[in-house]
């Protein structure tokens, strides 16, 4: 009588396949908690407009991530002080955060989120800061007379240090003249 040692009571399964594995489904939403910045972004960024955005594609494709997607991953990575390309890809890769922003889409690559800043992003984003800033007075976030405020300080300071400038541009000029 020959008696088996080891039982498998399991099969396995990744004997056939070396680069196979089992997925399961993860919800993430479960994972995240509800007062988490990441949802706030994601919120915020659906309510925009963003047509001058979309406006410097061409086209899209099917499965990537869309521009709304990669401008809430580059405002949640810079909230992170996350700003290099590749590091924003690990982060994609590896985060749940970054994962539930891109909504099940594949993570971009390193060279798809600099051409994002740098061609798409870049063309219209002081459209996209203006909105914000419009949203944020709305929300009660931001008041509005502070900002003025700041503009006219700053104006009525250009205005002194032109004066000052000139003031000082005129006295070296009548001191040279009485040497």
């Given at each position: 009588?020959?008696?088996?040692?080891?039982?498998?009571?399991?099969?396995?399964?990744?004997?056939?396949?070396?680069y196979?594995?089992?997925?399961?489904?993860?919800?993430?939403?479960?994972?995240?908690?509800?007062?988490?910045?990441?949802?706030?972004?994601?919120?915020?960024?659906?309510?925009?407009?963003?047509?001058?955005?979309?406006?410097?594609?061409?086209?899209?494709?099917?499965?990537?991530?869309t521009?709304?997607?990669?401008?809430?991953?580059?405002?949640?990575?810079?909230m992170?002080?996350?700003?290099?390309?590749?590091?924003?890809?690990?982060?994609?890769?590896?985060?749940?955060?970054?994962?539930?922003l891109?909504?099940?889409?594949?993570?971009?690559?390193?060279?798809?989120?600099?051409?994002?800043?740098?061609?798409?992003?870049?063309?219209?984003?002081?459209?996209i800061?203006?909105?914000?800033?419009?949203?944020?007075?709305?929300?009660?976030?931001?008041?509005?007379?502070?900002?003025?405020?700041?503009?006219?300080?700053?104006?009525e300071?250009?205005?002194?240090?032109?004066?000052?400038?000139?003031?000082?541009?005129?006295?070296?000029?009548?001191?040279?003249?009485?040497?």
């Amino acid at each position: 009588m020959f008696m088996r040692l080891n039982k498998i009571l399991q099969g396995d399964y990744t004997v056939s396949s070396l680069y196979h594995q089992i997925k399961l489904p993860l919800d993430i939403e479960i994972s995240i908690p509800s007062d988490d910045p990441v949802r706030l972004v994601s919120a915020f960024v659906e309510e925009m407009n963003l047509s001058d955005l979309y406006g410097t594609y061409d086209s899209t494709r099917k499965n990537q991530a869309t521009p709304r997607q990669m401008l809430k991953i580059v405002i949640y990575a810079a909230m992170n002080r996350i700003y290099s390309s590749r590091d924003i890809e690990s982060a994609c890769k590896r985060d749940i955060n970054f994962m539930y922003l891109l909504d099940g889409a594949p993570a971009p690559d390193h060279s798809t989120i600099a051409r994002f800043i740098s061609i798409h992003l870049s063309q219209c984003a002081k459209q996209i800061m203006a909105q914000v800033g419009t949203i944020l007075l709305e929300l009660g976030e931001i008041s509005g007379g502070r900002i003025i405020r700041k503009r006219e300080r700053r104006h009525e300071l250009q205005k002194i240090s032109v004066s000052w400038k000139r003031k000082c541009s005129c006295t070296e000029h009548t001191s040279g003249n009485r040497l």
